[in-house]
C-alpha cells in the first residue's frame, strides 16, 4: 500500500493558480489527481504515466491545469491556473501500482488515495 500526503489546497480568487503537491510512499505506475465537489461524484482531473510521463487531462482541465512530477521526490504536482469558481472541490491524489502502458484518471483504477485538499474558487 502506498501512502499519499497532498498539500497545497487553498482559497483564490477567480483566475488565480494553486500548485498541489502529493508525496508517495513508495512505486507507482499512475498518478492521478481527482476532485469531488459537495453532492457530486467524484472525478478525474489529471493522470501521469510515471514510466513515460505521458499525461492525461479531463476537458475541464485541459490548457489550464499541468501535471508533473518529481521522480527524484516521489512527488508529483497539480499546477492549476485560470481558476474559476467551479472547480472549487476537494482534490484527491491517488495511485497505481500495476503496470500500467498508459494511465487516464479511471477511478476505478487507483488503489491508494491521499486524504484530500481543499480548493475554494471565489468569483
Known amino acids: 500500500q502506498v501512502q499519499l500526503v497532498e498539500s497545497g489546497g487553498g482559497s483564490v480568487q477567480a483566475g488565480g493558480s494553486l500548485r498541489l503537491s502529493c508525496a508517495a510512499s513508495?512505486?507507482?505506475?499512475?498518478m492521478g489527481w481527482f476532485r469531488q465537489a459537495p453532492g457530486k461524484e467524484r472525478e478525474g482531473v489529471a493522470a501521469?504515466?510515471?514510466?513515460?510521463?505521458?499525461?492525461y487531462y479531463d476537458d475541464s482541465a485541459k490548457g489550464r491545469f499541468t501535471i508533473s512530477q518529481d521522480s527524484g521526490k516521489n512527488t508529483v504536482y497539480l499546477e492549476m491556473n485560470s481558476l474559476k469558481p467551479e472547480d472549487t472541490a476537494l482534490y484527491y491524489c491517488?495511485?497505481?501500482?500495476?503496470?500500467?502502458?498508459?494511465?487516464?484518471?479511471?477511478?476505478?483504477?487507483?488503489?491508494?488515495w491521499g486524504q484530500g485538499t481543499q480548493v475554494t474558487v471565489s468569483s
Open positions: 501521469l504515466t510515471i514510466g513515460s510521463g505521458r499525461t
Open positions: 513508495g512505486y507507482t505506475s499512475c
Open positions: 491517488a495511485a497505481r501500482v500495476g503496470y500500467t502502458i498508459y494511465c487516464d484518471a479511471r477511478t476505478s483504477w487507483y488503489n491508494d
